[in-house]
């Protein structure tokens, strides 16, 4: 599952700095929007999702953001650590069983 | 392991011939899904399948995609005349909810590579 890819955008970061990861979705009728994370040669790991209800959820070191009215998504992770080095999808559905991937964002942390 | 298993982890072929990607689910999970990520691209939703019932084809590309699911278990994606547009990565995933959730446990992939 690796992602390699020269026209990803690249967010570079500090390590121990925040990281804040965005997202624009398409559908306005979507309800459910996921972020995955996937490293190198591995299949994307799900991180966190949030429903349409709520425009906040977090988790550990993790929180995503949700602005409908813009359809926006956000993902930020607090102390990014080297290990947070990967590209990050974010994902909708609007019901049914397909989720709908955007393009990826390349995480860098720099020791 | 416990995890999804795929198999061939990576698979060349010449333009033309067809290709099988097997794709073992983690025991116990219902839901069975295959993607596609092309170089430097977002997953594409290819085929779902949920239990016994119906599978939803609607994100396979054309004819020349298949997959079958026996016995709600091992998963095959067939691709026959394959064509060069058809290199990517080949992402299988499963659920073990019943009802939708996007947390699903995904593969390494299968490396396609048609010459």
């Known amino acids: 599952g690796e992602s390699v890819g020269l026209h990803l955008p690249t967010l570079s970061v500090q390590e121990g700095d925040n990281s804040i990861i965005n997202c624009a979705y398409s559908?306005?009728?979507?309800?459910?929007f996921i972020w995955y994370k996937q490293e190198s040669g591995k299949g994307p790991q799900f991180i966190i999702d949030?429903?349409?209800?709520?425009d906040k959820r977090q988790g550990q070191r993790v929180t995503v953001l949700l602005n409908k009215t813009v359809k926006h998504l956000s993902l930020q992770i607090a102390a990014t650590q080297p290990g947070d080095s990967a590209v990050y999808f974010c994902?909708?559905?609007?019901?049914?069983?397909?989720?709908?991937f955007g393009g990826g964002t390349r995480l860098m942390v720099k020791p | 392991g416990a995890g999804v298993s795929q198999s061939p982890s990576n698979k060349v072929t010449e333009k033309g011939k067809d290709v099988e990607l097997r794709c073992d689910p983690i025991?116990?999970?219902?839901?069975l899904y295959w993607y596609r990520q092309s170089l430097g691209q977002g997953l594409e939703f290819l085929i779902y399948?949920?239990?016994?019932?119906?599978?939803?084809k609607s994100g396979l590309p054309s004819d020349r995609f298949s997959a079958e699911r026996t016995g709600g278990s091992v998963s095959t994606l067939t691709i026959q005349r394959t064509q060069q547009e058809d290199s990517a990565v080949y992402l299988c995933?499963?659920?073990?909810?019943?009802?939708?959730?996007?947390?699903?446990?995904f593969g390494e992939g299968s490396r396609l590579t048609v010459l």
């Open positions: 949030i429903r349409s209800n709520m």
């Open positions: 025991s116990g999970h219902t839901a």
């Open positions: 995933a499963s659920s073990l909810a019943s009802g939708f959730t996007g947390e699903l446990f």
């Open positions: 994902a909708e559905n609007n019901a049914g069983n397909m989720l709908t």
């Open positions: 399948f949920q239990g016994n019932s119906a599978p939803d």
């Open positions: 559908n306005s009728a979507s309800d459910y």
